[in-house]
């Protein structure tokens, strides 16, 4: 009796860590992927003058920021069908 409640127990917490490192996997992706966008979008135009040398450099627009409603970043949130029939 203890041997079956013992492999059920582990087997009950084997499947919980399995689904809890599943969760911090798609967490740190997600802050990963958050982190790349604020880094994409970060603005390093600058323009100083020394006497009368002037130097400036404009940085191109980056991409737009991902709308309400658009996936996580870093996150394939769709998976094709195998074989693309359904």
């Not at 003058?49 to 996150?75: E, F, L």
């Amino acid at each position: 009796m203890a041997s079956a409640d013992l492999i059920l127990m582990s087997a009950l917490v084997v499947m919980g860590v399995i689904v809890g490192l599943n969760t911090f996997r798609n967490q740190v992706v997600q802050r990963f992927g958050g982190l790349a966008d604020a880094l994409e979008n970060l603005d390093q135009s600058y323009s100083f003058t020394v006497g009368s040398v002037t130097s400036q450099y404009a940085d191109p627009p980056g991409p737009t920021p991902h709308a309400s409603g658009s996936p996580p970043a870093g996150m394939s949130l769709t998976v094709p069908a195998p074989g693309g029939v359904f």
